[in-house]
């Protein structure tokens, strides 16, 4: 399967811990986004990289988050200080050209 | 009000029944328009893809766009009880990089 790729599948962690997810996105695409989707609602953006160079960030997007992609291919987000409002399906997605966008399988957060 | 807009749904129909599922939206800058397939606990997959308005099809699967009311329809034919999940519409921007912003999704339920 050549599909992009999240990993884990699922975290549980305590509050004030702290976790990090990693995207495997597809091959020679150069556009990566991560989307956070809570219960009952639509994916929403949080931040996109162009190769390695990342080019916006939403508001949503704390001090306590931090995203990389070091080398322009695989991704990681990683939260600080976990909160419970933290516990969402957290969403990468990866393109050729910007437009169309291919998600993985999410990582699933319950923080406790 | 949010820029996307769907009925949450839950939508029930008999398995054979043509579906037909809305979404509205306000920002007059969005020029393209998508539709994601989500089942529970999944990450989305994206059906259909149009940056014009008129229709689009794909085997059983039609995309809608009228830009001059701000409004987008996807018709299944046929629908089979495969197709149950949430349905996501999603508007981008003009331009290679920008976000997409999600409407919460439409769930659809095609009993036997």
């Known amino acids: 399967d050549t599909g992009v790729s999240q990993d884990p599948r699922h975290k549980i962690t305590k509050r004030g811990q702290n976790v990090t997810f990693r995207c495997d996105p597809i091959s020679e695409h150069n556009r990566l986004y991560w989307y956070r989707q809570t219960l009952g609602q639509g994916p929403e953006f949080l931040t996109y990289?162009?190769?390695?160079?990342?080019?916006?960030k939403s508001r949503l997007l704390s001090d306590r988050f931090s995203a990389e992609r070091p080398k322009g291919s695989f991704s990681t987000l990683e939260i600080q200080r976990t909160e419970q409002g933290d516990s969402a399906m957290y969403l990468c997605?990866?393109?050729?050209?910007?437009?169309?966008?291919?998600f993985g399988p999410g990582t699933r957060l319950t923080v406790l | 009000q949010k820029e996307v807009e769907q009925d949450p749904g839950p939508l029930s129909v008999p398995e054979g029944a043509i579906v037909s599922l809305n979404c509205t939206y306000s920002?007059?800058?969005?020029?393209?328009f998508m539709w994601y397939r989500q089942y529970s606990r999944k990450g989305p997959e994206l059906l259909m893809y149009t940056y014009s308005s008129g229709n689009k099809e794909d085997g059983r699967f039609t995309a809608q766009v009228d830009k001059s009311s701000k409004y987008i329809s996807l018709f299944i034919r046929d629908s089979q009880p495969s197709d149950s999940a949430t349905y996501l519409c999603a508007n981008k921007l003009t331009g290679g990089g920008n976000k997409l912003t999600f409407g919460t999704g439409t769930q659809l339920k095609v009993e036997l």
């Open positions: 990289f162009q190769n390695e160079a990342q080019l916006e």
């Open positions: 920002n007059s800058a969005f020029q393209y």
């Open positions: 997605a990866s393109s050729p050209t910007g437009d169309e966008q291919f």
